[in-house]
């Protein structure tokens, strides 16, 4: 389809939450009530039937705050030609975050996430439009067309454009075999977490493990942080179910001091545990490079990225040696713009991208990002988390494979369509779970998730 052709007409912006608390999925050491939710924004354009979507994760509350946020930036890009925003995607991406608005928090926070739903339904849109799934769009790119998708402010002092066309010329000597592999769905290894969550009793716990590994999973990731004692007994349920040669890694979702962490972790390495994901604040980059540098001799390595807001502090993770992966999130940077930028950022200094993808839809988009990844930017195989709550919401749903791999996309765009069904239920605040008693409940209380002050 011509993409001058295609013009945006108008659009609309949604509140969807689900009230995944009530099941213990999302549940974590400094989040006691987590609720997936989007800011769910759809462009509607000229072409009958043809409409972009995308959207940005939150947890909850503050979703009413992100659904703001996109409003203010989404009608920038009505009456546009689709071809005078695909043509220069990098540029586009720089005026989203210029002008007035860029006070508020200028490549973070709220706004960040607005922009990431905003880029996420133009490339939803550009790939519908090529009916080709994201991943493939993509991956169909010329070195010079993937590195016109990337604003390179910030980065030049690390990576050129030039010295990406470079690296991506390089690996595309041998993009044709990995793209058949893709297409066979050998592309990404699946881990699991959905064992993990706090909220299960050790009997749930082990029956999740016992399932996982009929399906094939190798990896398994758990939340800990409860004290030694507690995960000690939790992380040796999994060794149990896994042996020797399975692979165990540990999220604390932010909770300890840099000290504290190196401290608590010494104190788990003989369960032979590969990453410590979170294990401080999400800014302290210097940090993540102590707790890295002083649990290497132990055999752990350091993980973040889910809370990472910018490829700037990426460069700065990367340039201080303070991870063993990458943790990307598919919302948190500004779409597959800034999520190319990390991904070449992280082939360079030859460290895995592992992306986040532990909530509603985030397998979703992350199954097209890790399919990039290996196809067209690092060529090498690393793995992603599945987990397996949601999925039946979505118009074309992620899935893996018997043997443990994540099912390549197939539909045409970013899969970020959700079934017009859910929104009766679970649309905010006139769906009907949030107007029965308990969503009512849930929504007047204003310390859902804080521990000690939760009534709801
Ligand atoms: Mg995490």
Same mark, same amino acid.
């Given at each position: ?5 295609? $013009? ?14 009530l099941?213990?999925? /999302? ?10 939710s989007? /800011?769910?924004?759809?462009?509607? $354009? ?11 994760f ?8 992100l ?45 960040q ?15 519908k439009?090529? *009916?080709?799934p ?20 910030y ?11 470079e ?28 064992? /993990?969550?706090?909220g299960?009793?050790?009997? *749930? ?17 758990l939340?800990?942080?409860l004290?030694?004692e507690?995960?000690r007994?939790r992380?040796?349920l ?39 994901e ?7 980059i210097?940090?993540?490079?102590r ?10 390595? &350091? ?7 910018n490829r &700037?502090?990426f460069?700065?993770?990367?340039q ?7 943790q ?7 779409s ?18 592992v992306?986040?993808s ?7 988009? +992350? ?48 899969? +970020?369509?959700?079934?017009?069904? &859910? ?6 605040p ?27």
């Open positions: 389809m011509d993409l001058n052709t295609i $013009t945006i007409t108008s659009f609309t912006v949604r509140d969807l939450r689900w009230p995944t608390s099941d213990a999925i /999302g549940t974590d050491p400094m989040n006691l009530a987590g609720e997936n989007f /800011g769910y924004l759809q462009y509607k $354009t000229n072409v009958p039937g043809l409409i972009g979507t995308g959207w940005s939150a947890n909850g509350q503050g979703n009413d705050v659904c703001t946020a996109i409003r203010s930036l989404a009608p920038r890009l009505l009456n546009r030609p689709l071809a005078s925003l695909t043509a220069n995607m990098g540029l586009t991406q720089r005026k989203l975050q210029s002008g007035q608005i860029r006070f508020m928090s200028p490549e973070r926070g709220v706004l996430l607005a922009t990431c739903a905003v880029l996420n339904a133009i490339w939803d849109l550009w790939a439009a090529e *009916k080709k994201l991943w493939r769009l993509v991956a169909d790119f010329s070195p010079e067309e993937l590195v016109r998708a990337i604003d390179f402010r980065l030049s002092d690390v990576l050129t454009p030039e010295q990406a066309v690296m991506l010329r390089e690996t595309g000597k041998s993009k044709a075999e990995r793209l058949q592999l893709a297409l066979e769905n050998k592309a990404v290894p699946a881990y699991n977490t959905s064992a /993990g969550w706090l299960h009793s050790d009997d *749930k716990v082990r029956e999740l493990l016992g399932q996982a590994v009929q399906q094939g999973f190798r990896h398994f990731k939340k800990a942080g004290g030694l507690v995960d007994k992380l040796g999994v060794r149990e179910a896994v042996g020797d040669e399975g692979v165990l890694m540990v999220d604390v979702n932010q909770i300890w001091d840099v000290d504290e962490a190196i401290e608590y972790m010494k104190q788990l390495a003989d369960l032979k545990i590969w990453f410590i979170e294990p401080t604040s999400p800014d302290d210097l940090g993540h490079a707790i890295r540098a002083a649990l290497k001799p132990y055999g752990i390595g &350091v993980a973040t990225g889910e809370h990472v807001n &700037v502090m460069k700065q993770l990367l201080a040696h303070a991870l063993d992966a990458v990307l999130d598919a919302c948190r940077l500004a597959i713009n800034e999520i190319l930028a990390v991904l070449l950022l992280s082939a360079k200094f030859g460290v895995p991208v992306p986040h532990g909530g509603a839809g985030m397998v979703e988009l +992350c199954s097209h990002i890790s399919t990039i990844d290996f196809v067209a930017v690092s060529g090498k195989k690393s793995i992603l988390e599945y987990t397996d709550h949601l999925h039946e919401a979505f118009e074309a749903p992620a899935a893996i494979t018997p043997d443990g791999m994540h099912v390549t996309p197939v539909a045409p765009g970013y899969s +970020c369509d959700v079934k017009e069904s &859910v929104f009766g239920e679970f649309e905010c006139q769906g009907s779970f949030w107007r029965s008693a308990k969503g009512l409940e849930m929504l007047n209380d204003p310390w859902r998730g804080t521990l000690g002050e939760q009534t709801s």
